[in-house]
């Protein structure tokens, strides 16, 4: 498709497992950001990726948080240990360049919710 | 990034303008007001952005103050479809830095028949 996609769009795990989010940014952008979204809350950023490396990740709530983007295109967020706080939205959005007109484009979200 | 203060709710009657107001008074003179929406269950939207001058697209106009103080986005005629959050973002422009955007909890639009 020509947007941005996010698998799962659902995930219910239990409390303590491990979780993997992806995401595949629209073609040819070499930015690519995560933001997580609480309910009745806007987006929160969490990382930002300028092709493979993680350019700022000063979002990351603690070390059980990771992304990776290996090969500049696809990535995933990584949760260990998840708790019950960690059930949101998690939105992966992509942009052709590191700032480009400011339009970020979104996905529609993978929803976690942690038993 | 300069804060931002939006009402919570407002509601619009189909085929009306919709004028969404935004309070930014602490905006430095680099920084840029944007707006996104969010339909419900969907990523949010890129909508307009402007830094000093009004500017008018396929979506919408925005307004900004003479001393940026505070901008409004303007839906010139309202349908069903535009009901969503909207956020009222405000940031630098850093070329290489990343588009780290900071979303409030938006005004909540309701278009009504």
């Known amino acids: 498709g020509a947007g941005v996609s996010q698998t799962p769009s659902n995930k219910v795990t239990e409390k303590g497992k491990y979780v993997e989010l992806r995401c595949d940014p629209i073609?040819?952008?070499?930015?690519l950001y995560w933001y997580r979204q609480s309910l009745g809350q806007g987006p929160e950023f969490l990382i930002y990726?300028?092709?493979?490396?993680?350019?700022?990740d000063s979002g990351l709530p603690n070390d059980r948080f990771f992304a990776v983007r290996p090969e500049g295109s696809v990535s995933t967020l990584k949760i260990q240990r998840t708790e019950r706080g960690d059930s949101a939205v998690y939105l992966c959005?992509?942009?052709?360049?590191?700032?480009?007109?400011?339009?970020?484009?979104f996905g529609e979200g993978s929803r976690l919710t942690v038993l | 990034d300069a804060k931002t203060t939006q009402p919570p709710s407002m509601d619009c009657a189909e085929g009306r303008a919709a004028n969404l107001p935004c309070n930014h008074s602490t905006i430095s003179g680099n920084e840029y007001v944007y707006w996104y929406r969010q339909i419900h269950s969907q990523g949010p939207q890129y909508i307009i952005h402007?830094?000093?001058n009004n500017e008018t697209n396929e979506m919408a106009s925005l307004i900004i103050t003479e001393d940026r103080k505070s901008s409004t986005l303007i839906l010139p005629h309202a349908t069903l479809r535009d009901t969503a959050v909207y956020y009222c973002i405000v940031r630098v422009e850093v070329t290489g830095g990343g588009n780290k955007l900071t979303f409030g909890t938006g005004t909540q639009l309701k278009v009504e028949l």
């Open positions: 990726f300028q092709g493979t490396g993680a350019a700022d």
């Open positions: 959005a992509s942009s052709p360049q590191s700032f480009d007109t400011g339009e970020l484009f």
């Open positions: 073609s040819g952008h070499t930015a």
């Open positions: 402007g830094l000093k």
